[in-house]
């Protein structure tokens, strides 16, 4: 943390070429915590001045000191990075919770996520490695990997800190300076990842971070001639910006989007492993997650069945305060909170039926964005529910006849981002698996997101370009190709 405006409200700043500075014309944003809807914090409200600067402070490092290091020299920051966030694990994960509401047991998981995306990231940077390609025989052809230049990431508030990991952390290791734009609704541990990097020795510039709206620094950021690749995670209607901002400066872009994913159980699924994995990947985080598992498709001779043992669960969960390890905290402020009550207020008003809902904790404070989770079967699969992407803990059940169906259903929405498949027959996981059009299948389990190790992005309405694992970091560089006459 920067410094203190009060004993309670701490003011934050941006991190600009290595120096704290507040946004240039002074402007602030409150930052409420969700929990209980009180000021905890502000955040600078980044202009198209405070871009401009980063965007040069990068270019800068990117043509100076930080193009100056070897891979394996910008590897070692990366580790000693990843050691630095480990040892601030507690601090991290704290603020996590208070700025977005997570139950505290998940904020420590993404700081765990964190740290391990930088030494994953640190370890493969001087990995990466281009190749020779067999020509004329008087000819030498290489091919480098080489950085983008100067890359552009906008950051969504659902996992900040695993977002920052994935995309930054790749960027770094491919030899990128970089300029960060956080979610106005959680920067914090974002700004907090900044003052990280200083202290274990990153080049002044090689890290930016701009906090402030996305409709002013946000698109700045995007439309800046002076960056060279941008990584996007949010909505697809901002995406949809994004992408058009891209190609006014013909720069390429990585869209991540969210989904609608499918989990897909079959009668001969091992129902006793499916079930708790079934309800936590929609309670986890409250819903807000790209990858959530929001829709089940269930075989019709075990609807019933399933959907009583899911509505059971449904009916203990209660969301309440994130310090007291919840089954879910709040929603991460008022606008989501009321967005996932529209989408249940609709429904009931289409007379969709409530299988089970939960609660919200009894001790919840009165100015948390809390929504009790809700569980409807059986629901048709071409109503509202069944399509768009809620991001609260609702979850819809439909039930379908044969193998054919379940592929036609779980491939039926606009969104491609994820699926599960829960069935005991090896060949079917196979060949189910396999007909799924996402980024990540997972077959008696199901990862939301998976490792760090493993490739994630869409299809369709969820985006296109992948993160994470080693097919991230080639995102991030792009390749030269030498050709030598010898003669
Ligand atoms: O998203 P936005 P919001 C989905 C989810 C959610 C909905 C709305 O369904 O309910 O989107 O959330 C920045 N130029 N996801 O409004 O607007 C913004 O400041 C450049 C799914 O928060 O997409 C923030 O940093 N940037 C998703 C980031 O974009 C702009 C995670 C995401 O905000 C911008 C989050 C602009 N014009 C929401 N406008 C997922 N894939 O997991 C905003 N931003």
């Given amino acids: 943390m920067n410094d203190q405006a009060s004993s309670t409200v701490t003011?934050?700043?941006?991190?600009?070429?290595?120096?704290?500075?507040?946004?240039?014309?002074?402007?602030?944003?409150?930052?409420?915590?969700?929990?209980?809807?009180?000021?905890?914090?502000?955040?600078?409200?980044?202009?198209?001045?405070?871009?401009?600067?980063?965007?040069?402070?990068?270019?800068?490092?990117?043509?100076?000191?930080?193009?100056?290091?070897?891979?394996?020299?910008?590897?070692?920051?990366l580790i000693k990075l990843a050691a630095a966030v480990e040892a601030d694990a507690d601090h991290l994960a704290a603020l996590e919770s208070r700025d977005n509401g997570k139950p505290l047991r998940q904020s420590r998981a993404d700081v765990t996520a964190l740290a391990r995306y930088f030494e994953y990231y640190g370890t493969a940077a001087d990995k990466l490695h281009g190749e020779v390609i067999p020509y004329l025989n008087t000819h030498f052809i290489g091919v480098e990997r080489v950085p983008h230049g100067?890359?552009?990431?906008?950051?969504?508030?659902?996992?900040?800190?695993?977002?920052?990991?994935?995309?930054?952390?790749?960027?770094?290791?491919?030899?990128?300076?970089?300029?960060?734009?956080?979610?106005?609704?959680?920067?914090?541990?974002?700004?907090?990842?900044?003052?990280?990097?200083?202290?274990?020795?990153?080049?002044?510039?090689?890290?930016?971070?701009?906090?402030?709206?996305?409709?002013?620094?946000?698109?700045?950021?995007?439309?800046?001639?002076?960056?060279?690749?941008?990584?996007?995670?949010?909505?697809?209607?901002?995406?949809?910006?994004v992408q058009t901002a891209a190609a006014k400066n013909h720069v390429g872009v990585t869209l991540e989007l969210g989904g609608k994913s499918a989990?897909?159980?079959?009668?001969?699924?091992?129902?006793?492993?499916?079930?708790?994995?079934?309800?936590?990947?929609?309670?986890?985080?409250?819903?807000?997650?790209?990858?959530?598992?929001?829709?089940?498709?269930?075989?019709?001779?075990?609807?019933?069945?399933?959907?009583?043992?899911?509505?059971?669960?449904?009916?203990?969960?209660?969301?309440?305060?994130?310090?007291?390890?919840p089954d879910l905290g709040p929603m991460v402020n008022q606008a989501q909170q009321r967005r996932v009550e529209k989408y249940l207020e609709r429904a009931k008003n289409e007379g969709l039926t409530v299988a089970a809902a939960g609660g919200i904790a009894s001790d919840a404070p009165s100015g948390g964005y809390y929504v009790a989770p809700t569980f409807f079967a059986p629901v048709a699969h071409e109503s509202v529910l069944s399509q768009e992407e809620v991001f609260g803990p609702v979850l819809v059940a439909t039930p379908f006849d044969d193998e054919a169906e379940a592929i036609r259903l779980a491939n039926g929405t606009a969104y491609g981002l994820a699926a599960g498949v829960w069935t005991r027959d090896a060949m079917r996981s196979t060949r189910v698996g396999r007909a799924m059009r996402v980024g990540q299948v997972f077959v008696n389990c199901y990862g939301a997101g998976g490792g760090v190790e493993l490739p994630f992005g869409g299809f369709g309405r969820s985006g296109h370009g992948r993160e994470k694992g080693f097919e991230g970091l080639v995102e991030f560089t792009t390749t030269r190709t030498l050709v030598i006459a010898h003669g």
């Fill in 263 to 325: 989990q897909v159980v079959f009668d001969d699924a091992d129902l006793e492993r499916a079930l708790p994995s079934l309800v936590n990947a929609i309670i986890q985080n409250g819903g807000q997650t790209c990858s959530a598992g929001s829709r089940l498709l269930i075989q019709r001779g075990i609807f019933k069945d399933v959907v009583d043992a899911v509505a059971e669960r449904f009916r203990t969960l209660r969301a309440g305060h994130p310090e007291r390890e």
């Fill in 150 to 241: 100067v890359t552009g990431h906008i950051i969504p508030w659902n996992y900040p800190m695993q977002i920052f990991g994935r995309s930054v952390g790749a960027a770094l290791a491919g030899g990128n300076a970089t300029v960060v734009k956080p979610a106005e609704d959680a920067s914090l541990t974002i700004l907090r990842i900044g003052a990280l990097a200083r202290e274990v020795g990153f080049p002044d510039g090689a890290l930016n971070i701009v906090t402030g709206l996305g409709r002013t620094a946000g698109a700045a950021l995007t439309a800046h001639p002076g960056i060279d690749f941008i990584s996007f995670t949010g909505s697809p209607e901002t995406g949809t910006m």
């Fill in 11 to 77: 003011l934050h700043k941006n991190l600009i070429g290595g120096r704290d500075v507040p946004a240039s014309d002074g402007a602030v944003l409150d930052v409420l915590s969700p929990a209980d809807g009180q000021l905890f914090a502000r955040i600078p409200s980044g202009t198209a001045e405070d871009i401009d600067a980063a965007v040069k402070a990068a270019r800068a490092a990117f043509e100076g000191a930080w193009s100056k290091l070897t891979a394996t020299e910008r590897g070692r920051l």
